[in-house]
């Protein structure tokens, strides 16, 4: 069964950069699209980014275009969000997740989430 585990959260001051990781077990990681989530409380779960199996083309929600950036190494069975100039408001647990066919940004077409990571955003 595969597993994805996100690491890479903490607590930063307003403007600085976290560098989150999500590593996934088994053996057709380049086959899939990989997204990224985030869920303040009493929030529903929402898009950040989504990066498609090779790598090639990605897709960012309004709120963080510009300032994040998602990337992939499939060698590593990986995929990562860069985030910089951060702001309290991207306070959250973050999710990866993943789903075959094209990028999209509906939750629901995602599967096999991990446990999440939690930024906190001081101002």
């Known amino acids: 069964q595969v597993q994805l585990v996100e690491s890479g959260g903490g607590l930063v001051q307003t403007g600085g950069s976290l560098r989150l990781s999500c590593a996934a077990s088994g053996r057709t990681f380049s086959s899939y699209v990989m997204g990224w989530f985030r869920q303040a409380p009493g929030n529903e779960r929402e898009f950040v980014a989504a990066?498609?199996?090779?790598?090639?083309?990605?897709a960012y929600s309004d709120s963080v275009k510009g300032r994040i950036i998602i990337s992939r190494d499939n060698a590593k069975n990986s995929v990562y969000l860069q985030m910089n100039s951060l702001k309290p408001e991207d306070t959250a647990v973050y999710y990866c997740?993943?789903?075959?066919?094209?990028?999209?940004?509906?939750?629901?077409?995602?599967?096999?989430w991990g446990q999440g990571t939690q930024v906190t955003v001081s101002s």
């Open positions: 990066i498609s199996s090779g790598g090639g083309f990605s």
């Open positions: 997740s993943r789903r075959t066919g094209s990028v999209v940004t509906a939750a629901s077409s995602y599967y096999t």
